[in-house]
């Protein structure tokens, strides 16, 4: 049986081992094509893969758990190994990894506990998520006849907290789980944050993150391992081959020799690992968001990180520089041509039907009723659109309206008339509303736009989606609401017959045939807002305000025959007929919208 230890070096049955990983997340790509990254990854003569793993998609419902499909985890892991990949596997509870909440549970938030501490109640549902995770990874570690060299406890946690009964509890509670393989923490290489976020004192492996300035960073991280004793191999856990790309900003590309040369860096030093070597796609509603100030900035939909392989998971001008490097500072590792999928165009898509979401509402949601609005969390919704709608008197001709406390982008509408959106920065300021009728409807649709993955907002009130304390007409807070939860994880009763009026939310069918599915792009600059639905599959959010003016389509979410792509739209902007594209498209920098 191989064995893995860390000593001097890592050694791999006793023989000096340096890693070269790459980031694949299972669960933003397709099933269909985690072999074809997995290959070329190894390829480029890499040895292992390393992923995160996002409790909130394993248990999107307390007590309610999904290994399947896009989630097997296992299976992921099965195919790497399969092509000669070792693997680093991440299960800590939180991630970051710009997904929603940090791959924290939303349902957590109705719980009276301190998430990511040593509380009691929280440690007892993170027990309860690793009775079903650890299964499926025990049986694949490398001492077993699997390819897991090691895991980690818990991320950057030295960048939010420093309660280190918390990570002893987590390493506990992964070794009563059947976990064997040696332990890592991974942080910023410097002094605070490798003290507060590390356990070197109970023998766990500390790495560093970072993207530039390797020698400094290689040597700091070095410091504070000699500091305490210990004579172990340097290793950057995520070196950042791009970043993170919002919305209104401009895409974040990072010059590939600069790249090139800082990856050279690393490796003279140490064992690495790319972070990311393919990003992938932030499907449905699982992107997360950046904090600044008091302001929440949520990411794209598009994971392409200018990684190696782009979003669709074909070789980037990176990869050919990476595969300079490697053969310059490792001329013995075998490296082999990478493969590239094909993409396909589809012109003149008709449109085949379209809806008003005020009339669909019944086919849509469970209509929840109370007394003062409800959060998401309340309603036990996770992600998506919450529809309140109540009634108002025309106690005069217009009257000054107020949404108070609410995350995160909410549209106002009287009679079922746009009176106003009102983006995160301008909620409470006053809206004059007009009340033509004796009573009116007061329809108020609110999306949660994804949530803070990282820093000092990670436990803000503001990760309650939703309105949070009401809504005030005139002075006073209105009273008795309807809810529509609308997290739009299931279509299939749709009715496009219902009826369609301007200027409202609404969904668009679009329907055509393909004899061979290849992978395309959806080009979506006729729209305004919303996200698209591929066979029933949500694949993600787009928004005319950019960076991407296109949705990646994988070949697998299409099949041969006829397809189905609904689109759900909330600005009233939309297109008679759709375009797919062979390549993504932009908004072009002398376009950057406000």
Not at 259 to 271: D, I
Not at 501 to 527: E, I, K, V, W
Request: aromatic share 12%.
């Amino acid at each position: 049986m191989t064995r893995f230890k860390i000593e001097h070096d890592f050694l791999l049955d006793g023989q000096p081992f340096k890693i070269l990983s790459g980031a694949i997340h299972y669960f933003r790509i397709h099933p269909s094509d985690w072999e074809h990254s997995l290959y070329n990854l190894k390829a480029l003569g890499f040895n292992t893969v390393e992923t995160i793993v996002p409790w909130n998609i394993h248990e999107p419902h307390e007590g309610q758990f999904d290994f399947s499909g896009g989630h097997d985890l296992a299976a992921f892991l099965r195919t790497a190994q399969r092509l000669g990949l070792y693997a680093i596997v991440r299960p800590s509870p939180y991630i970051c990894g710009e997904w929603e909440f940090g791959g924290t549970p939303a349902w957590l938030l109705n719980k009276p506990m301190r998430i990511r501490s040593n509380d009691p109640a929280y440690l007892r549902q993170v027990n309860a998520y690793y009775d079903q995770l650890m299964p499926q990874l025990a049986p694949l570690q490398l001492d077993q006849g699997g390819n897991i060299l090691m895991f980690q406890i818990e991320n950057e946690y030295g960048s939010y907290s420093e309660d280190k009964a918390y990570l002893r509890a987590l390493k506990q509670m992964m070794t009563s789980h059947g976990l064997t393989q040696p332990f890592f923490t991974s942080d910023g290489p410097w002094q605070a944050a490798l003290r507060a976020g590390s356990l070197i004192d109970d023998d766990v492996l500390a790495t560093g993150n970072f993207g530039s300035h390797a020698a400094d960073n290689m040597i700091a991280l070095q410091t504070f391992l000699r500091q305490h004793g210990k004579d172990w191999p340097l290793m950057c856990m995520e070196f950042w081959t791009g970043w993170v790309n919002r919305w209104h900003e401009p895409i974040v590309r990072r010059d590939t020799a600069e790249f090139a040369s800082e990856v050279s860096g690393v490796l003279q030093r140490g064992s690495l690992n790319l972070y990311m070597f393919h990003g992938g796609t932030n499907f449905g509603f699982m992107n997360g968001a950046s904090a600044r100030g008091q302001r929440d900035l949520p990411q794209i939909t598009s994971y392409d990180y200018d990684a190696p392989l782009n979003e669709q998971g074909n070789p980037t001008a990176k990869y050919t520089a990476l595969q300079q490097v490697v053969k310059s500072v490792l001329p013995n590792v075998k490296q082999l041509p990478p493969r590239v999928k094909p993409a396909m165009a589809v012109t003149a898509i008709p449109l085949a039907g379209k809806v008003s979401l005020f009339n669909v509402l019944p086919q849509l949601a469970q209509r929840q009723s109370s007394q003062y609005p409800q959060t998401m969390e309340a309603l036990g919704q996770n992600t998506g659109y919450l529809l309140y709608v109540t009634d108002l008197p025309n106690d005069s001709a217009t009257q000054r309206l107020r949404l108070i406390d609410v995350s995160d982008r909410a549209q106002v509408f009287i009679n079922q008339q746009l009176i106003e959106t009102q983006e995160p920065a301008a909620i409470g300021n006053d809206i004059t509303i007009p009340l033509p009728r004796p009573t009116n409807q007061l329809a108020i649709l609110v999306e949660n736009m994804g949530r803070v993955q990282y820093g000092h907002k990670f436990l803000a009130a503001s990760q309650h989606k939703g309105i949070r304390t009401g809504v005030m007409a005139d002075l006073h807070f209105v009273l008795n609401w309807q809810h529509y939860p609308l997290p739009l994880e299931n279509l299939d009763q749709l009715d496009f017959s219902q009826g369609w009026s301007p200027h409202q939310p609404a969904f668009y069918q679009y329907r055509f045939n393909c004899a061979a599915p290849q992978d395309t792009f959806a080009a979506l600059s006729g729209f305004g807002k919303g996200c698209m639905f591929v066979n029933g599959v949500n694949l993600g959010r787009f928004w005319l305000v950019g960076p991407t003016l296109s949705l990646y389509i994988a070949h697998g979410f299409l099949k041969a025959g006829e397809n189905e792509i609904i689109i759900f739209e909330t600005e009233g902007q939309y297109q008679p007929t759709l375009t797919l594209r062979k390549t993504p498209l932009y908004l072009p920098e002398s376009e950057k919208r406000p």
